[in-house]
Nanobody, 125 residues
């Protein structure tokens, strides 16, 4: 059983930056696919960024070039660096992990095995 906990959310002005962190209860990042998802009020959940065990990354077109997903295996922590934030980035952000080493379309895979409770990101204009 894996537990995930997000942190780093908050309120910032458009154009600012935030770095989200996802800490795991045990060592998992070398054998689990990881992803960040978000859900805005009244909207469907969407995939933001994903990272497989080989280091391959995937990004939603709306965040490509602005967001970067990375991990630190030693610290057992996943990160999402978010730069040039926009009001439309406002959402609850969730960290997720799956036992699969590779997922064909991770940004659309909402059946990942483990999920955090989320951290709120609010961007003002």
């Amino acid at each position: 059983q894996v537990q995930l906990e997000e942190s780093g959310g908050g309120s910032v002005q458009a154009g600012g930056s935030l770095r989200l962190s996802c800490s795991a209860s045990q060592y998992i990042y070398t054998k689990h696919c990881m992803g960040w998802f978000r859900q805005a009020p009244g909207k469907e959940r969407e995939g933001v960024a994903a990272l497989d065990t080989d280091g391959d990354t995937s990004y939603a077109s709306s965040v490509k070039g602005r967001f970067t997903i990375s991990k630190d295996n030693t610290k057992n922590t996943l990160y999402l660096q978010m730069n040039n934030l926009k009001p439309e980035d406002t959402a609850m952000y969730f960290c997720a992990a799956d036992r699969s080493k590779r997922i064909g379309n991770p940004l659309y895979y909402f059946a990942m095995d483990y999920w955090g409770k989320g951290t709120l990101v609010t961007i003002s204009s």
